[in-house]
């Protein structure tokens, strides 16, 4: 044993000896990379170009796709390649390009023909055709109208080639098209109509929900506070889809009451998209008036004031930049939303939806351009408004130290003409969702009730939500890297453009969905940068659309935490980068956790602008729902949106259980 054990020795000396020399290699590249990063970030100019460049990629330059794409106008081409025997440009002329020329005058759809002569052997003749013209009928028009002089030309042509093309130009004429046709700028007017409405309907419910919710009786205020937020797990057009089957053709009240009532078009619409944004305007609403002080109230009280009297000139007067900023939101969100006109809205037209149509069945890339050009200019307007002019704004109604005060109630004069609001809105959502639950249980609500499963045996639906937990996920560990970072970056570092850096990346939320999605299929169609019809491509595009959330949370937790902190643990010789990593980054986890969560929520229904982007194979749940409920198989939609529903209220469950052992605070 003694010979074997020492010849053994080297062996296991050198099998160690090259696995320390491997973990130092390691070690030594992690070190250069840290070294690396600590360089990059000392240097603000290349902290800043990088972070420009990351945002102009992935924000600005989709959107300026879409501008410079509604501004353009394509052309159908048909070029007659002639390879000749002339030896001049008189012979040229005379006995070949002067007759294919009168030849080719009485083509319809004609517009304009060039004659280009690129060598003394060949010559082309480029025959531009009407925008929409179709393009195979203008070579067969082509080839006809040149038959006749056939055996003319023929003795002097080697050979002939036909290629089709198309010549882009600048021009509005797009723009004047969409205004002179009424079924273009209707679609307009609709939109705007419809945000308007649904916005002041909303900001009154929300505010009623709100203020019961909160001064209201005991019993009243947690069914209040889940009804005003449960919308947030559901799909945006599944409130679309459960009035339907309340109030479609077919649907539960016309059966049981015999009523010629249908619920498409405007009144469906309307009441999808109150019940869709409530959990919007609820929150907004319900935090400005958690924070007023009851001071001022008690004391216009003292003085006599009527209930109806201290409400409306001392409550919702103060209430009003929450309220303010509640109905920009709101507004955004109404007249950029894609599910509930695309299932509900009948024959009313919307830009949304239209800008979809005439992307993926008309083809008319330049016209969905227009119209995601005019969802781009309200969305802006309310943007700047809200960054430039009501940021950081408030009503001062507390000064002084803080003091306990005695919660006031709600008098019976204000509540129950709220309980008129909230009542019926509470019950048409607790409706919404037992609709959608018969639907999944039954074989055809209405028709056919028997309680079955066969919906929930749906290999595609099952398939999808897979699929859209991976999106999801994915999107909500990416949002959130990037948004820490640049809001480290733009409180933390001097940069330069600072504000039009933080106004650049804040702008993929402000944009909607459809001009995104239209956006990166223009961007990202081509190389260097080629990745339309991938899996990765959805992904960043919802990451960079949530990034907002995650860069606005973590810059208020960086403005909490005094820059000392980290300064102490550069002075004790921790380097930048094991600050940010141990110091920073646990401070303002929930800013990432509240980054995750939104981004999750938000990937896991996502529609509006993945629905340009979805490749075969990659189909998500919320689109395969929209789809089978569209080709009427409304049983399928409920069980699948029933699933959907689950896994986000399963992944809510977790993060929260996840929260409370760790003491983070997660929602």
């Known amino acids: 044993m003694f010979p074997k054990s020492v010849h053994a020795e080297p ?100 517009i304009k023909a060039t004659v280009i002569k690129k060598d003394v052997q060949a010559a082309s003749i480029v025959l531009r055709f009407e925008k929409r013209w179709d393009d195979l009928k203008a070579l067969n028009d082509t080839k006809r109208a040149i038959l006749p002089i056939q055996d003319i030309i023929a003795p002097h042509v080697e050979k002939v080639r036909y290629k089709l093309g198309k010549e882009r130009v600048y021009s509005s004429e797009t723009y004047r098209d969409f ?60 409130f679309s889809l459960s009035l339907i089957l309340l109030g479609g053709r077919s649907g539960v009240i016309p059966k049981l009451f015999d009523l010629d009532f249908n619920i498409y078009g405007w009144p469906g619409v309307i009441i999808a998209q109150v019940i869709t944004f409530l959990p919007l305007g609820y929150l907004m609403i319900e935090n400005v008036l958690r924070s007023l002080g009851t001071n001022i109230e008690d004391a216009a009280a003292d003085m006599r004031a009527g209930d109806y009297e201290i409400l409306f000139k001392i409550t919702i007067p103060l209430s009003y930049p929450g309220t303010l900023k509640a109905a920009l939101l709101v507004f955004l969100m109404a007249i950029a939303d894609f599910g509930n006109p695309m299932l509900i809205s009948g024959n009313v037209r919307f830009l949304a939806t239209d800008a979809y149509l005439y992307w993926v069945g008309e083809n008319n890339l330049e016209m969905a351009a227009v119209c995601c050009v005019f969802l781009i200019i309200p969305s802006m307007f309310i943007f700047i408004i809200h960054e430039f002019m009501l940021k950081g704004r408030s009503f001062t109604t507390i000064g002084g130290k803080p003091q306990l005060v005695e919660e006031r109630p709600i008098s019976k004069k204000i509540f129950y003409p709220m309980m008129v609001v909230v009542g019926p809105i509470s019950i048409l959502i607790v409706a919404c969702f037992g609709m959608i639950f018969l639907g999944a249980f039954t074989k055809i609500l209405m028709i056919n009730n028997t309680f079955t499963l066969e919906h929930f045996n749906s290999p595609n639906g099952i398939r999808s939500l897979i699929t859209s937990i991976k999106f999801a996920l994915s999107a909500a560990c990416i949002a959130p890297l990037i948004g820490v970072t640049l809001s480290y970056i733009f409180v933390r570092k001097r940069v330069p453009f600072k504000r039009a850096l933080e106004f650049m990346s804040l702008l993929g939320f402000a944009v909607p969905g459809t001009v995104m999605g239209v956006g990166y299929i223009l961007a990202f169609n081509s190389p260097p940068l080629k990745l339309t019809g991938t899996f990765l491509i959805m992904i960043i595009n919802e990451a960079f659309r949530n990034l907002s959330v995650s860069l606005e949370a973590g810059s208020s937790k960086l403005h909490q935490i005094d820059v000392a902190i980290e300064e102490a643990a550069v002075d004790m010789g921790a380097s930048a980068a094991k600050t940010f990593i141990k110091i920073v980054l646990p401070l303002i986890s929930s800013a990432i956790v509240a980054g995750f969560i939104y981004t999750f929520m938000v990937g896991m229904i996502a529609v509006s602008a993945v629905i340009f982007l979805i490749s075969p194979g990659n189909n998500l749940a919320a689109l395969y729902i929209l789809a089978v409920a569209e080709q009427g198989n409304l049983g399928m939609a409920c069980a699948i949106s029933i699933m959907l529903i689950v896994v986000v209220l399963v992944c809510l469950i977790t993060l929260k259980v996840v929260g409370k052992y760790t003491k983070m605070e997660v929602y």
């Not at 990088?50 to 501008?67: W, Y």
């Open 11 to 110: 062996k296991e000396f050198n099998r160690r000896s090259e696995n320390h020399m491997n973990m130092a290699n390691t070690e030594n590249y992690f070190s250069r990379i840290a070294e690396d990063v600590r360089q990059f970030i000392r240097n603000p100019g290349l902290v800043s170009l990088t972070t420009l460049a990351t945002i102009f990629i992935f924000i600005v330059l989709p959107i300026g796709f879409v501008l410079e794409k509604s501004m353009t106008v394509g052309y159908p081409t048909v070029t007659i390649q002639y390879h000749h025997q002339f030896s001049s440009d008189a012979d040229l002329d005379r006995k070949l390009v002067q007759p294919v020329m009168t030849a080719l005058k009485p083509i319809p759809g004609l």
């Open 179 to 238: 205004f002179s046709k009424s079924r273009y700028w209707h679609s307009l007017r609709n939109s705007i109509i419809l945000a308007v409405v649904s916005t002041t309907i909303i900001l009154l419910v929300a505010f009623c929900f709100a203020y019961v919710g909160l001064r209201g009786p005991h019993w009243a205020r947690g069914p209040l506070r889940v009804l005003g937020l449960i919308p947030l797990v559901a799909p945006p057009f599944i």
